[in-house]
């Protein structure tokens, strides 16, 4: 077995793919790469056996073959070469003793000034495969859409073990209609986009992605204008460009988030997004985790926002103009959760929904009717 290629080619291929590999359990065969050789080209493959990538690199020259390598190693001399070109070449050993590598594998450079390696190489029997969906089991959605909705929701995904099906975002298909949903139970944020051509996902079930195939999506999309995504029993299934990716989607039933969102909406302010940012960050140093409670109130034609920490004594405050005349508002919530929504848009101005403190705070895109945000009301 042997290949030629660009080295950045190969160090850029493992970069986009590494983070699947469970670099905690060092030694095991998932902290190896897979390494397939095929006419003209190479592909490379990380897995934790519930998400499975693949990229495909093309080779100047090659003779066939497949193994494994240790990941983090190969990462490491690969990036370390000074050289241009990368070789790579695999030799048998004649009699591995047991559970003693079987190839020898060999990287060197095309360069004088290159170093060459040699590294334990092994069989690739056992390693987790890539599955492949047909085409007519997958919708074309642009890299640039997803790229948008994932990062107006994936924010809102749940950090905690024990809430498994929050741990991901959901997919929902209706027509020609995509909608994202993530939510940890305390905050909340879903898109709606209408697609070129019908949302082919199982009518009635919750695809639920994790979170970890969603940081990977994140990485394998923007290397192509188009994304197809399909579901088959409980699968995920990406190809983009040269990347693909497979990955088991979560189990249960996620929340119908329309149930919450609030039917009216008494007090609704257009604000600029930079200076709410603004505002806000001066205030969440003084709040005090996990909760980085703050404090809103509307009076005046004026917003207040404070933040105290009972602690260290500490306390903050700060005021925004806000087109409101009607009556004393006040609402607590974490703060952190409406600057991550705040910081996912793009718009120049947002608005602010408010009922009372036990409801909901509600943002929302002027320029996006398909985009809303929920804060849940924390107790002052």
Do not use: W
């Given at each position: 077995?042997?290949?030629?290629?660009?080295?950045?080619?190969?160090?850029?291929?493992?970069?986009?793919?590494?983070?699947?590999?469970?670099?905690?359990?060092?030694?095991?065969?998932?902290?190896?790469?897979?390494?397939?050789?095929?006419?003209?080209?190479?592909?490379?493959?990380?897995?934790?056996?519930?998400?499975?990538?693949?990229?495909?690199?093309?080779?100047?020259?090659?003779?066939?073959?497949?193994?494994?390598?240790?990941?983090?190693?190969?990462?490491?001399?690969?990036?370390?070469?000074?050289?241009?070109?990368?070789?790579?070449?695999?030799?048998?050993?004649?009699?591995?003793?047991?559970?003693?590598?079987?190839?020898?594998?060999?990287?060197?450079?095309?360069?004088?000034?290159?170093?060459?390696?040699?590294?334990?190489?092994?069989?690739?029997?056992?390693?987790?495969?890539?599955?492949?969906?047909?085409?007519?089991?997958l919708f074309a959605i642009s890299s640039a859409i997803l790229e948008?909705?994932?990062?107006?929701?994936?924010?809102?995904?749940?950090?905690?073990?024990?809430?498994?099906?929050?741990?991901?975002?959901?997919?929902?298909?209706?027509?020609?209609?995509?909608?994202?949903?993530?939510?940890?139970?305390?905050?909340?944020?879903?898109?709606?986009?209408?697609?070129?051509?019908?949302?082919?996902?199982?009518?009635?079930?919750?695809?639920?992605?994790?979170?970890?195939?969603?940081?990977?999506?994140?990485?394998?999309?923007?290397?192509?204008?188009?994304?197809?995504?399909?579901?088959?029993?409980?699968?995920?299934?990406?190809?983009?460009?040269?990347?693909?990716?497979?990955?088991?989607?979560?189990?249960?039933?996620?929340?119908?988030?329309?149930?919450?969102?609030?039917?009216?909406?008494?007090?609704?302010?257009?604000?600029?997004?930079?200076?709410?940012?603004?505002?806000?960050?001066?205030?969440?140093?003084?709040?005090?985790?996990?909760?980085?409670?703050?404090?809103?109130?509307?009076?005046?034609?004026?917003?207040?926002?404070?933040?105290?920490?009972?602690?260290?004594?500490?306390?903050?405050?700060?005021?925004?103009?806000?087109?409101?005349?009607?009556?004393?508002?006040?609402?607590?919530?974490?703060?952190?959760?409406?600057?991550?929504?705040?910081?996912?848009?793009?718009?120049?101005?947002?608005?602010?929904?408010?009922?009372?403190?036990?409801?909901?705070?509600?943002?929302?895109?002027?320029?996006?009717p398909d985009f809303i945000a929920l804060v849940m009301p924390m107790?002052?």
């Amino acid at each position: 077995m042997k290949f030629q290629t660009h080295k950045d080619s190969i160090d850029k291929a493992v970069r986009r793919i590494d983070a699947i590999i469970p670099h905690r359990d060092m030694g095991t065969m998932l902290s190896n790469l897979l390494i397939a050789v095929e006419a003209k080209q190479v592909s490379i493959t990380a897995s934790d056996m519930e998400t499975t990538a693949r990229i495909t690199v093309p080779v100047e020259s090659s003779k066939p073959g497949e193994f494994i390598i240790p990941a983090k190693q190969f990462q490491e001399y690969v990036g370390s070469l000074v050289s241009k070109d990368l070789i790579v070449e695999v030799e048998s050993e004649e009699n591995p003793d047991e559970g003693a590598a079987a190839f020898r594998v060999n990287l060197r450079g095309t360069s004088e000034a290159s170093a060459a390696y040699v590294m334990p190489g092994n069989s690739a029997k056992h390693f987790p495969t890539l599955n492949r969906l047909s085409d007519n089991k997958l919708f074309a959605i642009s890299s640039a859409i997803l790229e948008e909705m994932i990062r107006k929701t994936q924010y809102a995904i749940s950090q905690e073990d024990n809430r498994y099906i929050y741990n991901g975002v959901c997919f929902q298909g209706n027509g020609d209609r995509l909608t994202l949903v993530g939510t940890d139970g305390r905050r909340l944020a879903a898109i709606t986009r209408k697609l070129s051509a019908p949302v082919n996902l199982p009518q009635g079930a919750d695809v639920v992605v994790h979170a970890k195939a969603i940081r990977e999506m994140q990485k394998l999309i923007d290397v192509a204008d188009e994304v197809l995504i399909g579901v088959e029993q409980r699968d995920l299934f990406v190809r983009v460009g040269d990347a693909q990716l497979s990955s088991r989607l979560l189990e249960g039933k996620f929340p119908d988030y329309k149930r919450v969102l609030p039917q009216d909406i008494a007090v609704q302010l257009d604000l600029s997004r930079d200076k709410l940012i603004e505002a806000l960050q001066q205030i969440r140093p003084v709040t005090e985790p996990p909760s980085h409670q703050c404090r809103v109130v509307l009076e005046g034609k004026k917003m207040h926002i404070t933040g105290q920490s009972s602690g260290q004594g500490s306390r903050a405050e700060v005021a925004i103009d806000a087109d409101y005349s009607g009556e004393r508002l006040e609402i607590g919530f974490n703060i952190t959760y409406l600057i991550d929504i705040l910081k996912a848009l793009t718009c120049p101005r947002v608005r602010i929904g408010m009922n009372d403190a036990n409801k909901p705070l509600v943002v929302q895109d002027i320029d996006d009717p398909d985009f809303i945000a929920l804060v849940m009301p924390m107790k002052i």
